[in-house]
């Protein structure tokens, strides 16, 4: 145990017995990000596939997507990049690790508590979430309540995805459009008036469409049988019923988050959509009003990778100087589930992001 953690267990615990004090924010110290070396083009995919380029680029925006080798799983991508989001922030010990994802190495057991123990995390909690594309903005208003809470001070959350391994290779509905990667932030006690401090959290879920994107068998539901149609362990999507809702979701969770943080849509600097097609980010832009220089966008290069599209993103943007001290940013988010989620900071100065 480093002097790092044993400050902020003196935090926890001297603060909550003694002198009362605000109750902490979680502040953005640290962000990374990985992707796979392997690109897969359009053109390579519609070697395969009866599609073609031009359909992918102009139906979702997107170019290429990188896929993960057959010996790469999701705590892999997930270490990648939790080690890049633990340098930028220059920590060696975090309190608690939260993974976002929808393709654990395993049903059992969840895979952040390996991903933990790859990074050298000992006996850390560690556990996996599950909200499909939304993952990574449900796991971060997770981390934010512990810290406030107090019962961490410092959280680790990654969004890590190998697609690949549940997308159907022959399905031309699904097969364009996801991608593999891992993104990742380290969360810490601040207050709530510092740049880099989320605001609270605009979510929800709507089971009802629970099947609009799911895996049909191999869970409880079905599980897994020799007669199997092995069709059935991909991802069947109804894509036109998912855009509608996409657009629509959220277009409304984006104003109550503004709203929650005291903004308007106008006062917001950039909107970090998660990139699930080019024209649902270009239609919430078009519906809220938001001119398209203000929505930064990455899926051209690395397709949808579900929970890792956010962190992905802002890795991304930061890099490339479109996020920039003191910006107010607006997170938002909808995936499977179905799930939304957005929330809000200010950019925080002498942020370091790390691909
Ligand atoms: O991350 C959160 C979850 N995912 C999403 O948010 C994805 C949401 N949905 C979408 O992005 C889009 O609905 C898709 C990209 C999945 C599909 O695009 P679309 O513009 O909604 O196409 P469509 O399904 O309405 O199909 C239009 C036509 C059809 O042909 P016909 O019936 O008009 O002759 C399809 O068979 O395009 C055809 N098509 C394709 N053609 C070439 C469908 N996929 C392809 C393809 N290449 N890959």
Redesign the pocket.
Known sequence: MNEQHREGESLIFGRRTTTPTPAPAARLVGLGSYLPPQKVSNADLALR????DE??RT??GIAQRHIADPATATSDLAVEAGLRAMKSAQVEHVDAVILATATPDHHVPGTAPLVAHLLGLRHVPAFDLGA??SGFVYATTVAAGLIQARTASTVLVIGAEKMSAVIDPDD??????FGDGAGAVVLTAGHADEPGTLGPAAWGSDGEHADA?YIPDGGSRRPPCATDDLKNRYVH?E??E??RH?VRRIAHVTQESAAAAGWSIQDIDKLIV?Q??A??SAAVANTLGIPPQRVPSNITHVG?T?AA?IPLLLSHSAIDKQLEARQRVLVTS???GFTWAATTLLWPSGLQALN
């Open positions: 596939l009866d599609t073609t359909w992918i139906r979702i499909g594309c031309r509905s699904t097969a364009p459009i994107i999507m894509g036109n998912v855009f996409a998660h699930a097609n024209r649902i949808n579900s599209s909808f995936g499977a």
